[in-house]
């Protein structure tokens, strides 16, 4: 399910960063609001400090960030209805993002030095698409177009340009939701949540369609939509996946032989604490720390002031465990994730798209623990049409 905020260009206005006691500077520098101009660039970051992309229903952010002075807006790439709702970056210099709205992928330039984004190109794609990932070998990149129920598996040729190369369709017309399309560790198969089939789909990654795929029903109810795989005891493989509508994560493990890849599902587990029931809510994202250690998901429309964030811990025989769940300063948590190993997964960054607060930086405990709000900026920051808050943030891993 997505959630379609009015995509009017946002309006200029004037903002302040929600940052620690005693921190120096305001938001955004004196001279107005970096939603102004598009691909202009407002200032420098200061050394050192982190950058991350934020997508919102008109435009791409670069911002830095640092604990003393919060999220800071370096430039903005505006283009109305151009819904950049995930995005996936080619390191150095190369970004590429979704139109959730349209049948595009846009390609833009990056520079983490001089703080700019330029847009490049765009290439015509499947309508609606909502997730990218890159397979192992760096030279495609395959989008799962939750609009037309299909998956797009382009090759990136010269200059990182996108050309279509197969069309995975999933199932009958109308009938197929792909939120998600991930590689498996063993860098063999794509595994497709579709959330309208109510299915996993594993295919083999240099598949030309999806009649070789093999299918594995979810629990009844359940929509799948995003997934993390996980390394386990004695070097298991394990995959937790999230369902929106069924409001439960679904635990498996994942056996792989020649030409095949199996789930075997081991567990389900609410999205909420036990003995709450959330009906009518729908959850999100689900990110896993990069030891394997832990798992984050993050709920929508609860029904309370603020959603919510449920932090699990992995046990040793493959399971999740319920740590906590905290509110996520703000409704609609869409999309989180973590920061990078470079700054050792120290923080979750979270973005609204409602409520009161539209980006979340909160500090991760030594357990895995979601701790204080250590940074976050309003909702009023990306305007006041309805649901106009991030759709999507991740750090830029620059080491």
């Known amino acids: 399910m997505r959630f379609y905020p009015s995509l009017a260009l946002l309006a200029a206005s004037s903002l302040s960063v ?12 004196k001279g107005g609001s970096f939603f102004e101009t598009s691909g202009a660039k407002k200032i420098r970051a200061p050394a050192g400090q982190r950058k991350l992309l934020v997508g919102s229903p ?21 283009l109305a209805d151009s819904g950049p709702s995930w995005m996936a970056l080619k390191a150095p210099s190369t970004l590429y993002a979704v139109n959730e709205n349209s049948n595009t992928i846009r ?28 397979a192992p070998s760096g030279n495609q990149l395959i989008s799962s177009v939750y609009g037309s129920g299909v998956v797009d ?26 939120h998600q399309t991930l590689i498996d560790p063993s860098g063999k198969f794509a595994v497709t949540n579709d959330l309208g089939l109510n299915q996993v789909i594993v295919t083999p990654i240099d598949a030309s369609s999806s009649d070789s795929s093999k299918r594995f029903s979810a629990p009844d109810g359940c929509g799948p939509r995003h997934g993390a795989f996980l390394s386990g005891s004695n070097g298991a493989v394990l995959y937790a996946m999230v369902c929106e509508t069924g409001n439960i994560v679904v635990m498996y493990t ?56 449920t932090h699990y811990l992995v046990t040793d025989d493959g399971k999740l465990e319920h740590s906590q769940t905290v509110p996520s300063g703000g409704l609609l948590p869409r999309m989180m994730s973590l920061a990078t190993k470079c700054n050792n997964e120290d923080l979750l960054f979270v973005g609204n798209q409602g409520g009161e607060k539209g980006l979340v930086a909160f500090k991760l405990g ?12 309003p909702i009023s920051v990306w305007g006041t049409a309805e649901n106009s808050g991030p759709q999507f943030v991740q750090e830029i891993a620059l080491c």
């Open 58 to 78: 008109a435009n791409i952010t670069l911002f830095s960030f640092s604990a003393t002075d919060g999220f800071v807006a370096l430039t903005s790439d505006i």
């Open 366 to 377: 030594d357990e895995g623990a979601i701790g204080d709000q250590v940074a976050s900026l």
């Open 254 to 309: 994942v056996a792989t032989s020649g030409a095949e890849l199996t789930l075997t599902q081991t567990q389900t587990i609410s999205t909420f604490p036990e003995g709450v029931s959330k009906p009518d809510a729908r959850a999100g994202e689900l990110v896993a720390s990069s030891d394997s250690r832990h798992v984050y998901v993050s709920n929508r429309l609860s029904g309370d002031d603020q959603d919510s964030i």
């Open 153 to 178: 598996v382009f090759s990136i040729g010269d200059n990182n340009n996108l050309a279509l190369q197969n069309t995975w369709t999933m199932g009958a017309k109308g009938t197929s939701k792909p």
């Open 107 to 134: 390609q833009l330039g990056i520079d983490t030095d001089t703080d700019t984004l330029t847009p490049v190109t765009e290439v015509a794609a499947s309508s609606g698409a909502v997730h990218l990932e890159f």
């Open 18 to 29: 929600a940052m620690p006691a005693g921190a120096p500077k305001s938001f955004p520098p």
